[in-house]
């Protein structure tokens, strides 16, 4: 059983920027993803960013695209997200997920494989 705890989170005005931490209690060299989503009240969970750990292959949403950096540490259990550019339509709770997953299918995109959750960290960004 794998626990992520997300970390980092808070409120800043549009322009700033936030650095997300998921940190994971096991890591694996085979076949791993781990990955952000985001929930804003009344919206859908979206893919936010992903990254496949044994190579550090990254993938982004389209919203995020040039404003989010998915990066992992050197011990390979601990992903951040580094948020720049910050808008307000930013303001969500951030979900960290991982599961066992290869590289070609390790995008920020919802799958049964992404079975290990955190609990979640709020930010809002005003205007």
């Known amino acids: 059983q794998v626990q992520l705890v997300e970390s980092g989170g808070g409120s800043v005005q549009a322009g700033g920027s936030l650095r997300l931490s998921c940190a994971a209690s096991?890591?694996?060299?085979?076949?791993?993803?781990m990955s952000w989503f985001r929930q804003a009240p009344g919206k859908e969970r979206e893919g936010v960013a992903a990254i496949y750990t044994p190579a550090g292959s990254t993938s982004y949403a389209d919203s995020v695209k040039g404003r989010f950096t998915i990066s992992q540490a050197n011990g390979k259990n601990t992903v951040y997200l580094q948020m720049d550019s910050l808008k307000p339509e930013d303001t969500a709770m951030y979900y960290c997920?991982?599961?066992?997953?290869?590289?070609?299918?390790?995008?920020?995109?919802?799958?049964?494989?992404?079975?290990?959750w955190g609990q979640g960290t709020q930010v809002t960004v005003s205007s």
């Open positions: 997920a991982s599961g066992y997953l290869g590289p070609a299918a390790c995008r920020p995109v919802e799958r049964k494989e992404l079975q290990y």
């Open positions: 096991v890591y694996t060299d085979s076949n791993y993803c």
